[in-house]
């Protein structure tokens, strides 16, 4: 059943360049790449992966080319664009990420996370982890980009740390960046 709140509010949206990835202070060549084995690039997020109030979010695998040889950390973010607000929803936020590791597994970005050195900030939903797809029903489809940052030094942010914290940590110390773009709808 159509949700009329989702239709009147179908064309108003944060937009693309409220993402962390529009950020000039943040820009660096985009040298290395970051696919799924879930999903390729500009297509839908399988169910599976999508959003759930009360129950379990499974997060899609990931996995990346090497990036820079001085890649010291990696930092995850992942926003929706598209949610009818003044600035994009984070749907997870994770630090501490070793560029050797080349990949996450499916489920790897749960918390607390199965993987060493694995730290998630809380995201605007206010989890902290991965918060799946959860679209406005009716409110048409819905980008949600990962955006994966390449820096020359640790993060080293506190356990309670947030969005802010880690933008300042990243604040010139980007050395690249890859991104990957997954939809999805609730009709």
Known sequence: MPNPLGRALRNRRAGHDTLVWARPDLQAPE???LTSPAFID???IPALHRGRM??????????WTP??????ELVLLVQDPDVPLGKPAT???TVGIDPSLGAIAENGLSNPSPI???RHGKGGLGRRGWSGPLPLRSHGPHSYVFQLFALDRRTDLPPTFGLDEVLAAMDAHVLAR???VGTYEIA
Do not use: K, M
């Open 31 to 33: 040298s290395f790449a």
């Open 42 to 44: 500009g297509a839908p």
């Open 54 to 63: 009360f129950a379990p979010n499974i997060s899609p695998a990931l996995s």
């Open 67 to 72: 990036p820079p040889a001085d890649t010291v």
């Open 91 to 93: 749907h997870a936020l």
């Open 116 to 118: 060493a050195g694995l």
């Open 178 to 180: 890859a991104r990957l």
